[in-house]
Nanobody, 124 residues
Framework: QVQLVESGGGLVQAGGSLRLSCAAS????????MGWFRQAPGKEREFVAT????????SYADSVKGRFTISRDNAKNTVYLQMNTLKPEDTAVYYC?????????????????WGQGTQVTVSS
């Protein structure tokens, strides 16, 4: 079992930045692809970004490409999401997820473990 705990969310003005962290316990993350998803009120959970087990391969949703950066530190068993130039439409609960494969994609069903989420609110 992998337990994931997100942190770093909060309230920020449009144009600002936040860095989310996802700390894992139970197992080492070094063999898991990781992803970030988000869910806004009244909307379905949507893909944000994914990173391969080694960190050498990443993929982003078009809506965040060029503004968000996913990274990982396997020695610390932690994954990060650096969010810059935030927009009000980025407001959502952000979830970290782990897939039991070296690479993963944008479909939430590919991920086996999920955190509880952290709220990000961007004011205009």
């Amino acid at each position: 079992q992998v337990q994931l705990v997100e942190s770093g969310g909060g309230l920020v003005q449009a144009g600002g930045s936040l860095r989310l962290s996802c700390a894992a316990s139970g197992r080492t993350l070094s063999s898991y692809a990781m992803g970030w998803f988000r869910q806004a009120p009244g909307k379905e959970r949507e893909f944000v970004a994914t990173i391969s087990w080694s960190g050498r391969s990443t993929s982003y949703a078009d809506s965040v490409k060029g503004r968000f950066t996913i990274s990982r530190d396997n020695a610390k068993n932690t994954v990060y999401l650096q969010m810059n130039t935030l927009k009000p439409e980025d407001t959502a609960v952000y979830y970290c997820a782990a897939a039991g494969t070296y690479y993963s994609g944008s479909y939430h069903g590919q991920y086996d473990y999920w955190g509880q989420g952290t709220q990000v609110t961007v004011s205009s």
